[in-house]
């Protein structure tokens, strides 16, 4: 399925206490975590002591006080997103952080046939005809809290049609959610450090077993 990939995006969501009226371009180029050139060329949406949201060229920045969000849709900057998200949380080391996710989101363009075939393996349809005529799957989401890396968190992940790839389009999303025990941003740094790969790799896992399942 890998091979079917149209679009690959990454979130990062952080979950505390801000104050999102720090988290603006200027402050990010004064810090060194952004070049002048990129803060000035940033494509600003709101910035209000509630919510700061902001373009810059290969990333969308989102802060609300209970959330900061960064999301890329170019692969070539995930790990700088990653990056930016740690020089961030460097400095303002003491920020209350209560948990973080690693947001992989694919975007997979199927042919008609196994659009409609991936569906009924998924979910299928003969256990819901009778009360519908003709059934299909909207979102399907497997939840796993007895993580066997046996860390404190959980993932989940999602299968539904693409919103981006029409017709035909399939997309898969994996959040991989751990909490901070310290609520310390710093201790949060390293954590997104150590999940950072391993997130990727079962992502990829997921899919990969999904696929070959479903092809058998």
Known sequence: ???LLQINVCTIAVLGDFNPIIFQPAWMAMKGIIGEAEAEGAKVDVIHKDLVRFNI???EIE?????FHIKSSKDAFFEPSRDLVESIFNILQETPVKAFGINTTMHFRLNPDD???????LAPRPHWIGPFNDPRLLLMEILETDRSDKKDGLYRFRVQPSDMIRPYGVSTNLNNHLNVKSNRAL????????????SFD??????TDLWKKFKQ
């Open 187 to 198: 201790d949060m740094v390293g954590l997104l450090k150590e999940n950072w790969q391993s």
């Open 1 to 3: 399925m890998l091979n």
């Open 115 to 121: 659009y409609i075939a991936f569906g009924d393996f």
């Open 63 to 67: 802060v609300t006080p209970e959330r």
């Open 202 to 207: 079962f992502n990829k896992d997921i899919i």
């Open 57 to 59: 060229d290969w990333a």
